[in-house]
């Protein structure tokens, strides 16, 4: 769903090339989410550009990257975190911060299931790639703000604001629910951006959730994030997928 572009705040990027690496990977590897900051793609982008791939092909994105040819392009992994991995891609002379994510996780909670993310997706204006359902993008946000910084930015306040009249039936989940989001949209409203107590309930329901539905992959998941975070760094990515 496009909003206006005075909503989204930040900075617009127009790099030279990035349509032709767009209309690369759309041919040569297919399907990929853009999970926010699109309404200017194919030709720029608000901020940084984050791509969802779901885990068993992330390999096959990296090699995607690497074929492509239309200028001098380089990738390289900065930051990696379970389910995430923060890259530079060079263009040219340009600098796209790009993250690629195959998950979305608290301390290896996760938090957004990504079959009803891909599910749930359709395919942008451009017709290059997919953008996410505005649920799902909504609750996404909503969720890495209040898990991970226990608040809600403030430049985000306006879009969110705007958003959910459209899509609030179908945000809630079990560990978030249409209490949570009407305490948010009352809170904002009032300029209220911070949610400490709903944060440590939230987390607590989510780990409850986790466990019940999928107690070893949380316990392994778990582990995975403090080895990835503190131990294997960006070696654990590049051994995975850029093999």
Do not use: W
């Not at 767009?22 to 030709?43: A, S």
């Not at 969802?52 to 096959?60: A, H, L, Y």
């Not at 975190?81 to 979305?104: A, E, N």
């Amino acid at each position: 769903m496009l909003v206006p572009n005075s909503i989204i705040k930040g900075n617009v990027h127009f790099p030279t090339h990035i349509s032709g690496f767009l209309k690369h990977l759309h041919v040569d590897f297919g399907q990929f989410i853009v999970l926010r900051g699109y309404e200017h793609l194919p030709y720029g982008y608000i901020n940084d550009l984050d791509i969802f791939i779901p885990i068993e092909r992330v390999s096959e994105f990296f090699f995607s990257i690497s074929k492509y040819n239309g200028t001098y392009c380089d990738l390289q992994i900065v930051v990696s975190r379970l389910g995430l991995i923060k890259c530079t891609l060079i263009l040219d002379k340009d600098i796209i911060l790009l993250d690629i994510l195959y998950g979305f996780f608290y301390v290896g909670l996760s938090y957004q299931d990504t079959k009803l993310l891909v599910f749930n997706s359709s395919i942008h204006k451009s017709g290059l790639f997919h953008i996410p359902s505005l649920s799902c993008e909504i609750r996404i946000s909503l969720l890495k703000e209040i898990l991970h910084n226990s608040r809600v930015r403030e430049d985000k306040a306006s879009y969110f604001l705007m958003m959910l009249p459209s899509c609030r039936r179908n945000i809630p989940v079990k560990y978030f629910n249409s209490c949570n989001i009407d305490s948010i949209e009352n809170a904002i409203s009032k300029g209220n951006y911070f949610f400490y107590y709903m944060s440590i309930l939230i987390r607590i329901k989510l780990f409850i959730h986790n466990f019940k539905t999928e107690p070893f992959n949380t316990i392994k998941n778990i582990y995975l994030f403090f080895y990835i975070k503190y131990i294997s760094k960006n070696k654990f990515h590049e051994n995975i997928f850029l093999k």
